[in-house]
């Protein structure tokens, strides 16, 4: 990212300017990062999705190449003590092999013998220190292990954007140690200037697709961006619950009908707010939740009893992609079907084209949260959109107007 660029983003929650690692000097600095190396082993303890390694290595590279070292600290899992297969020792491999160098590896995190590590490193050397999770005083926030992990650097920078919405160790508390010496790295800048796209920046109309199973998973997501867009398509499972709300049969459809009221509320502030909404038509029902279910095309709103809506239908399909098509910032957050099962899985792709086609005409489309990412990874869209997010959780948050621990502690 361009450093004029950085200089100008501003949080979407308080609009204060950030300060990233362009900002600063790392010549014979010891860096120590934040970074987000939770990624999946297989059963031979292997790396089988290096993207987060892959999306923290401009900022490693640029403080190597500033003439700087690099000292990273990452969580993996969630062990309850030292188990062994959550030792970040078996990412090492791979995490040289992406970015190039060898990476040295300390037994454990904080400790006499890591600080000695620690204070041998020479510029254009990285050590990867064992998992943070390993001690307790990581999550609780322990100020006194947060400080200890401070002693090993001379400049903080978090570019671990998945964990920024915890108030953990080496998230928040720790950056009170370097008052004068934090920064974002390049990961963590860039996700929130894109959210920053849609929540503050974006050409209309901005669409907002909202999917996934539960309105109750959604509703703070919902309410917040009320505000902020033009268009709101309501897909997937907690559709449901609006048709059911309307007086809609939904035979045996997912449904919260504790959330009924809720969902009369959201179409009411839309309307209020002069946002339209856009409910599915029909939809792809099953007489099963399986893959191998029969299956027929119903409207959405006259399901039989028996059956229940696992994807969007055809003239849903066409209604979302003409949305979609004409909108000029678009946010995914949710699938609109089952997408895993092959056989419920054509309304997600065919939203999904829509929004890389809308991308290719000149729209800026943002998709976060789990199961949308897993989603453009599977159809191979990730290279079609504008920006697939890294970090669930803290995406879901600042969409939800919540301010992140990580990024407040960089600030203040």
Known sequence: MDCAVQNQLYLSFNFQPMRTINDIAFTNKKALI???????????????????????????IKILE????????????????????????????KVSEVLGVHVKFAEDCIGE??????????????????????????????????????ALGDIYVNDAFGTAHRAHASTAVIAQFFPENKCFGNLLASEIENVNKVLKDGQAPITAVIGGAKVSSKITIIENILDKVDHLIIGGGMAFTFVKAQGGSIGNSLVEDDKMELALEILDQASKKNVEVHLPIDSVIANEFSNDAETKTSLINDIPNGWMGLDAGPETNKLFADVVLKSKTILWNGPVGVFEMPSFAEGTIHIGNAIAQSTKDGAFSLVGGGDSVAAVKQFKLSDKVSYVSTGGGAMLEMLEGKSLPGVEAILN
């Open 34 to 60: 934040r970074v987000d190396f939770n990624v999946p082993l297989n059963e031979n303890l292997q790396v089988t999705d290096d993207t987060r390694i892959q999306a923290a290595k401009p900022t490693i």
């Open 113 to 150: 013998s890591v600080r000695e590590t620690a204070e041998s490193l020479q510029p254009g050397e990285i050590l990867l220190l064992e998992n943070l999770r390993f001690h307790s005083e990581e999550k609780e926030g322990n100020e006194d292990f947060a400080k200890e992990l401070a």
């Open 66 to 93: 500033d003439g700087g070292c690099c000292i990273l600290m990452s969580h993996l899992g969630r062990p309850s003590g030292k188990e062994e297969k959550f030792s970040l020792r078996h990412i090492v491999p």
